[in-house]
T-cell receptor
Framework: DTGVSQDPRHKITKRGQNVTFRCDPI?????LYWYRQTLGQGPEFLTY????????KSRLLSDRFSAERPKGSFSTLEIQRTEQGDSAMYLC???????????FGDGTRLSIL | AQSVAQPEDQVNVAEGNPLTVKCTYS??????LFWYVQYPNRGLQFLLK??????LVKGSYGFEAEFNKSQTSFHLKKPSALVSDSALYFC?????????FGDGTTLTVKP
C-alpha cells in the first residue's frame, strides 16, 4: 500500500507532556496538509506545506504547535505542554496539485489524561 | 472566508431507494468542490470532485453530485442505496490551497 501513513495511530499522554506525530505522504505528492478533527465535526485545517516550505498556518495553530517537513518528504507535528483541549484526531493528507483530491492517512488519535 | 454547510446531521434511507446528502457553500471566487467518505477510525476517502465543466459529476461506488452555481449547492446522490454505503460523508470546498469541510452527515441505509 503506497498511501499516506501516520504514526502512531493512538497516543495517550498526561497533560503537560510533549507529543510528536509523523506523517509519510504519497511519495510524489509535494503538498502536505495537517488537520484536526473532533467528534461530530469535519476536519479543521491546521497547516500546509509545499515541498519543505510551510506556506500557511491556521489561527488554530497556537505557539504550542509546530510542524516541519525538513526534506520535503515526511512531516512531523509537535504539540508542547499538551492540554485537555488538544484531545482529537490529527489527520495528515497529501496531494499532487490543488485541483486534485487530498489523500488522507488514518490519523493519530490523541487522548490527554 | 469560506464555509460549508451540511444541513442534515443524519440521513436514513432504505436499501434500494435513492439517496441525497445535501451541501451548500459560501466562498469568494470559483471553488473546487469535493465529497469524501469516512469510516470509523479511518481517514477520509475521496468520492468525487467538481472543478469545471458538466454540472453532474460521477464518482466512486456509483455516487454522483450535482453542482448548482446559482444555489451554491453540491448535493451528493446515488440512485440505489446499499447497506454498505452507511458511513459519514463530508463535503469540502477548496480555494487555492485551503480546504474547508462541512461537519458531516451520517448516512444510514437500512436493509
Amino acid at each position: 500500500d503506497t498511501g499516506v501513513s501516520q504514526d502512531p495511530r493512538h497516543k495517550i499522554t498526561k497533560r503537560g507532556q510533549n507529543v510528536t506525530f509523523r506523517c509519510d505522504p504519497i511519495s510524489e505528492h509535494n503538498r502536505l496538509y495537517w488537520y484536526r478533527q473532533t467528534l461530530g465535526q469535519g476536519p479543521e485545517f491546521l497547516t500546509y506545506f509545499q515541498n519543505e516550505a510551510q506556506l500557511e498556518k491556521s489561527r488554530l495553530l497556537s505557539d504550542r504547535f509546530s510542524a516541519e517537513r525538513p526534506k520535503g518528504s515526511f512531516s512531523t507535528l509537535e504539540i508542547q505542554r499538551t492540554e485537555q483541549g488538544d484531545s482529537a484526531m490529527y489527520l495528515c493528507a497529501s496531494s499532487l496539485t490543488n485541483d486534485q483530491p487530498q489523500h488522507f492517512g488514518d490519523g493519530t488519535r490523541l487522548s490527554i489524561l | 472566508a469560506q464555509s460549508v454547510a451540511q444541513p442534515e446531521d443524519q440521513v436514513n434511507v432504505a436499501e434500494g431507494n435513492p439517496l441525497t446528502v445535501k451541501c451548500t457553500y459560501s466562498v469568494s471566487g470559483n471553488p473546487y468542490l469535493f465529497w469524501y467518505v469516512q469510516y470509523p477510525n479511518r481517514g477520509l476517502q475521496f468520492l468525487l470532485k467538481y472543478i469545471t465543466g458538466d454540472n453532474l459529476v460521477k464518482g466512486s461506488y456509483g455516487f454522483e453530485a450535482e453542482f448548482n452555481k446559482s444555489q451554491t449547492s453540491f448535493h451528493l446522490k446515488k440512485p440505489s442505496a446499499l447497506v454498505s454505503d452507511s458511513a459519514l460523508y463530508f463535503c469540502a470546498v477548496r480555494v487555492g490551497s485551503k480546504s474547508t469541510f462541512g461537519d458531516g452527515t451520517t448516512l444510514t441505509v437500512k436493509p
